[in-house]
């Protein structure tokens, strides 16, 4: 048997709160054994903290999917990809892999920046990622750029994005609401492509909450490895990171890390589950 292999095809991030350290060490937490195709390295300036984004050569980038591939992962997560290339090069190392699940964190733009949205790379993962797709975690920003809605503003439009997207061949969709939406609670949508559950728990601190949302995806690949539902899946991925962020610390002026290890070393959430 052994510990489930988990890859995740990713950007760095050098304050290691987000991107493929923080999938590493979600991995570690839900004990399965976690590997990383790097794409992409993000730097912090030390005055400012803006981010500049490195790519990997594509050429190294191929050589760690052929490495990992020959290893045989249980399930694939996908973070920032960067370019239209490395974006479609990920979907067919996913089939080659053989793995069982494909989860799909779309990741648009760095929290915190303001980078210029790529529109291709949003239609390269609409051609080449969401198809494949066990679980899609999209925030609302980012489910409303998929389904070519614009800006989501109530649960209505969470429900319509989702069903697009659930169309676009993604099997499972969450849109995460998170703060955005304006409840009193963090509250996710998740559409199994026949009904419809709200999955909501306290809204906690928002100032030290880098690395959330990998942080999320993460959780709900190494649920699918071993051996959940996707919907089960997701909901211990939400009281995951409820704890993760509940107890989200300072690192400096700029940027405060989720706790990776917090449901496993200090607290469990409870999240309520809803059909609507
Ligand atoms: P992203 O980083 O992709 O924008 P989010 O940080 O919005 O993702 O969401 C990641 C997960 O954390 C979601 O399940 C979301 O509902 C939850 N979440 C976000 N902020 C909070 C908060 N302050 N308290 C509790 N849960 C939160």
């Known amino acids: 048997m052994g510990l489930k292999k988990v890859l995740t095809i990713a950007g760095s991030d ?3 709160g987000a991107g493929m350290q923080a999938d ?3 991995f570690q937490e839900h004990d399965t054994y976690g590997m990383v195709a790097l794409a992409a390295i993000v730097t912090m300036d030390k005055k400012t903290w803006s981010h500049d984004v490195t790519p ?7 050589k760690q999917l052929e490495t990992v591939i020959s290893i045989g992962p249980d399930a694939v997560k996908t973070g920032m990809l960067g370019t239209q290339e490395v974006i479609k090069r990920a979907g067919e190392a996913f089939i080659e892999s053989g793995a069982k699940h494909f989860v799909v964190d ?3 733009v760095c929290k915190g ?3 210029v949205l790529n529109p291709g790379n949003t239609d390269a993962m609409i051609e080449h990622l969401l198809p494949k797709a066990t679980v899609v975690t999209p925030n ?3 489910a409303g750029q998929l389904a070519g809605l614009g800006t989501l503003k109530s649960i209505d439009d969470m429900k319509k994005a989702a069903e697009i997207i659930h ?3 993604a099997k499972h969709v969450v849109i995460k609401g998170g703060k955005a939406l304006d409840q009193d609670k963090s509250y996710d949508l998740y559409y199994d492509g026949e009904h419809f559950y709200q999955l909501t728990t306290d809204m906690f601190q928002q100032s030290y909450n880098h690395g959330a949302g990998c942080t999320f995806a993460a959780a709900t690949t190494a649920n699918l490895a071993n051996g959940q539902s996707a919907k089960d899946a997701v909901i211990n991925a939400k009281a995951f990171v409820a704890s993760a962020i509940k107890n989200g610390w300072k690192m400096n002026d700029f940027v405060g890390p989720v706790d990776h290890g917090a449901a496993n070393r200090i607290e469990k959430i409870e999240v309520a589950v809803t059909e609507i």
């Open 14 to 16: 050098t304050s290691a």
């Open 24 to 26: 590493l060490k979600t």
């Open 56 to 62: 990997i050569p594509f050429d190294v980038f191929n």
């Open 106 to 108: 779309p990741v648009m």
């Open 113 to 115: 920046e303001d980078e």
């Open 140 to 142: 609302l920003f980012e």
């Open 167 to 169: 169309k676009q061949g």
